[in-house]
């Protein structure tokens, strides 16, 4: 260290070197003033320091008036400065017991930030103060950094949508940090200091308590779900409870309300299906054996004088037939495999049209209005399954309504992209909205579960099939859409139904050509193949009545085999569409290359989703089952129209007109 020079006359020699050895070992910048002010000693540090900033002098500041060197600061620091010097010269006057103060300043090395201690001590009677300048830079940083990373954090927590609550081992609750996506079942400033008995119902805490007990012991993740009921709704929960190290616990809690109603609508949608594939197959054999009782129905009564009372019981065979394939037809809307027939239409339009006959359906004591979207409601579906739809919705509207009430049927655009809905969550872009409503008897929740489901009514006996809404289920999902039900007890129900919206043009329906076979006589060979024998039967004995020379297969494998061993031409095929070993589809692509000119007429109960898609386009011939014998004479004489036949074929072609 440096002295004043009168001070190395001093006795304590021993005693000033240990001194000089413990400052000049410190870290601060160190200086001894005397009651003036002025500098009597300094340490190595401040030495350096001096060195390093540019303040070099012979003695390093000693015998300056460190005051006077302190008010003569300028520029950004003169502040700082006079404060310093004031605070020690509040010391030196014995004004105050210390001083201390924070401040920053700029170096060669940057910006420092330092601590300057001011401590008075008396000296043979005198009196004394050390300053001592504490580099805290690498703090400050520290502070900085840590400041930030917090910033940042909590930002981050700021966007999980999850509530977070730290707990005590004994469940108090000591932090809080609401979620967006979790409403508080009280203000978030009266959680803290309270346990899970004084918040929630007392299961939901009992299971707390007991999750956190299990995840201080274990040291595990301990997770379990409550229900709530927030603002007249019941909402779902689920708490993740975790323990730190410092015996307390974080408890995560997210709304998993959306997904627990996902969840549910994906069970109910496999449950549907399942139902589905059942009702379709169920469908299609009933099908095969309804085309068996028309055909053959229809063939006796053309065998019957026209005054023979068996006519009224044919009749009734073929009503009862008639009534029970629109049955059929049902179930296979419902199971989606009922064969479409697409083109785009505008929802506006038909619900506009469809409207003058629903008001003369529903009575009049309801009062039916509609709001239809101001622009066109475009959409690609089958015009008969969406007239069946409102059909159906408006039915079920009226049967809720015994005593008379509204009806309201709406269409609207919606774009899911531009405001978010949840209903069309998984199924992004612009949307045709139908929407039904009634201010009816309304539905609890256990209904609304199985309102779709077929067979599933909640009319009395004799009063209703149960496949009114079940339909509507299919014909929407078939036809590329959704179906959405909101209801309650004495509320009503409302529908909304979602379609895709398309940007093509309105299509208007093709008038199907009448066939001109009725009275036409032409030669022809029919390969018919049908696995169902009674089905087989039918159409042999109607192609049979007009003449035509038929070949007879059970299956795809064995018309491979008459075409192949057949030298003459075909001029027209029949299959079913499903069949086993070889379907009716695979037997026309492997006859395709042999017998290019051959027209093909496919018939099915129902057909699956693929088949529509590979087979029963808008160009293919289709037949549906159960068919009359007049439908299928018409169509297979349209088909024969088309052929042109040679004259030495020995058979004649007559198609019954009746």
């Given at each position: 260290m440096r002295y004043k020079k009168s001070l190395h006359q001093e006795p304590v020699h021993t005693l000033r070197a240990f001194l000089e050895f413990t400052l000049d070992?410190?870290?601060?910048?160190?200086?001894?003033?005397?009651?003036?002010?002025?500098?009597?000693?300094?340490?190595?540090?401040?030495?350096?320091?001096?060195?390093?900033?540019?303040?070099?002098?012979?003695?390093?500041?000693?015998?300056?008036?460190?005051?006077?060197?302190?008010?003569?600061?300028?520029?950004?620091?003169?502040?700082?400065?006079?404060?310093?010097?004031?605070?020690i010269a509040g010391v030196l006057a014995m004004r105050q017991a210390g001083f201390k103060r924070e401040y920053g300043c700029h170096s060669p090395k940057g910006h420092r930030w330092f601590v300057v201690r001011v401590t008075r001590f008396e000296q043979g009677g005198r009196v004394r103060v050390v300053v001592a300048h504490i580099d805290v830079t690498e703090r400050k940083l520290a502070e900085e950094a840590l400041r930030e990373s917090e910033k940042k954090n909590r930002a981050l927590l700021d966007t999980i949508p999850d509530m977070m609550i730290r707990m005590s081992s004994t469940g108090t609750l000591l932090e809080f940090k609401p979620g967006k996506g979790v409403r508080p079942v009280v203000p978030p400033e009266e959680f803290l200091g309270k346990t899970a008995y004084d918040i929630f119902p007392r299961a939901i805490a009992e299971q707390s308590t007991k999750s956190l007990r299990a995840a201080l012991q274990t040291r595990r993740t301990q997770v379990f779900e409550y229900q709530l009921d927030v603002e007249g709704k019941n909402r779902h929960?689920?708490?993740?409870?975790?323990?730190?190290?410092?015996?307390?616990?974080?408890?995560?809690?997210?709304?998993?309300?959306?997904?627990?109603?996902?969840?549910?609508?994906?069970?109910?949608?496999?449950?549907?299906?399942?139902?589905?594939?059942?009702?379709?197959?169920?469908?299609?054999?009933?099908?095969?054996?309804?085309?068996?009782?028309?055909?053959?129905?229809?063939?006796?009564?053309?065998?019957?004088?026209?005054?023979?009372?068996?006519?009224?019981?044919?009749?009734?065979?073929?009503?009862?037939?008639?009534?029970?394939?629109?049955?059929?037809?049902?179930?296979?809307?419902?199971?989606?495999?009922?064969?479409?027939?697409?083109?785009?239409?505008?929802?506006?339009?038909?619900?506009?049209?469809?409207?003058?006959?629903?008001?003369?359906?529903?009575?009049?004591?309801?009062?039916?209005?509609?709001?239809?979207?101001?622009?066109?409601?475009?959409?690609?579906?089958?015009?008969?399954?969406?007239?069946?739809?409102?059909?159906?919705?408006?039915?079920?509207?009226?049967?809720?309504?015994?005593?008379?009430?509204?009806?309201?049927?709406?269409?609207?655009?919606?774009?899911?992209?531009?405001?978010?809905?949840?209903?069309?969550?998984?199924?992004?872009?612009?949307?045709?909205?139908?929407?039904?409503?009634?201010?009816?008897?309304?539905?609890?929740?256990?209904?609304?579960?199985?309102?779709?489901?077929?067979?599933?009514?909640?009319?009395?006996?004799?009063?209703?099939?149960?496949?009114?809404?079940?339909?509507?289920?299919?014909?929407?999902?078939?036809?590329?859409?959704?179906?959405?039900?909101?209801?309650?007890?004495?509320?009503?129900?409302?529908?909304?139904?979602?379609?895709?919206?398309?940007?093509?043009?309105?299509?208007?329906?093709?008038?199907?050509?009448?066939?001109?076979?009725?009275?036409?006589?032409?030669?022809?060979?029919?390969?018919?193949?049908?696995?169902?024998?009674?089905?087989?039967?039918?159409?042999?004995?109607?192609?049979?009545?007009?003449?035509?020379?038929?070949?007879?297969?059970?299956?795809?494998g064995e018309g491979l085999d008459l075409c192949q061993h057949h030298s003459g031409p075909i001029d027209l095929l029949i299959t079913d569409v499903v069949m086993p070993h070889c379907s009716g589809p695979q037997m026309v692509d492997r006859l395709a290359s042999t017998r290019p000119e051959m027209q093909v007429l496919y018939m099915s109960g129902y057909t699956e989703s693929a088949i529509v898609e590979r087979v029963l386009d808008a160009h293919t011939p289709f037949l549906r089952k159960p068919f009359s014998t007049k439908e299928f004479a018409s169509k297979v004489g349209e088909l024969l129209d088309r052929i042109i036949v040679t004259a030495n074929e020995p058979n004649q072609l007559f198609l019954p007109d009746n």
């Open positions: 070992s410190l870290t601060p910048h160190i200086a001894v003033l005397d009651e003036r002010g002025t500098i009597l000693a300094v340490n190595s540090t401040w030495c350096r320091f001096a060195d390093s900033n540019g303040f070099v002098g012979a003695d390093y500041g000693v015998g300056t008036n460190y005051l006077k060197v302190c008010n003569s600061v300028t520029g950004p620091c003169a502040d700082t400065a006079t404060a310093i010097a004031n605070g929960y689920e708490a993740r409870l975790v323990a730190d190290g410092t015996n307390q616990v974080l408890a995560i809690v997210r709304d998993v309300t959306e997904k627990k109603e996902l969840e549910a609508q994906l069970r109910h949608s496999q449950k549907m299906e399942a139902v589905g594939q059942l009702a379709g197959g169920v469908a299609h054999d009933f099908n095969n054996r309804l085309t068996a009782i028309l055909g053959y129905a229809e063939l006796v009564a053309r065998e019957l004088e026209r005054a023979s009372p068996l006519h009224e019981d044919i009749d009734e065979i073929r009503r009862s037939a008639e009534g029970a394939a629109s049955l059929t037809r049902q179930l296979l809307a419902f199971s989606r495999r009922e064969v479409l027939q697409p083109r785009v239409l505008d929802l506006n339009t038909l619900v506009s049209e469809l409207s003058r006959m629903l008001r003369r359906f529903i009575g009049e004591n309801i009062e039916l209005s509609t709001h239809l979207g101001g622009s066109p409601a475009r959409i690609k579906a089958d015009p008969g399954q969406i007239e069946q739809v409102i059909m159906n919705l408006v039915v079920n509207a009226r049967d809720a309504m015994p005593d008379g009430g509204k009806l309201v049927i709406e269409t609207a655009s919606v774009d899911s992209r531009a405001n978010p809905n949840p209903d069309l969550s998984f199924r992004p872009g612009q949307h045709v909205m139908l929407t039904v409503s009634d201010s009816g008897c309304g539905m609890d929740q256990e209904t609304q579960a199985r309102v779709f489901e077929p067979f599933f009514t909640t009319k009395g006996r004799g009063k209703g099939t149960g496949l009114g809404l079940a339909t509507v289920y299919g014909s929407v999902r078939q036809n590329g859409g959704l179906v959405r039900l909101e209801s309650a007890p004495g509320r009503g129900t409302t529908f909304k139904i979602y379609f895709p919206q398309v940007e093509e043009e309105v299509q208007t329906a093709e008038a199907i050509p009448e066939s001109r076979a009725g009275s036409r006589r032409r030669s022809a060979t029919i390969l018919l193949v049908e696995d169902d024998a009674s089905v087989r039967a039918v159409a042999r004995r109607i192609l049979a009545q007009s003449g035509l020379y038929i070949l007879e297969a059970c299956d795809g």
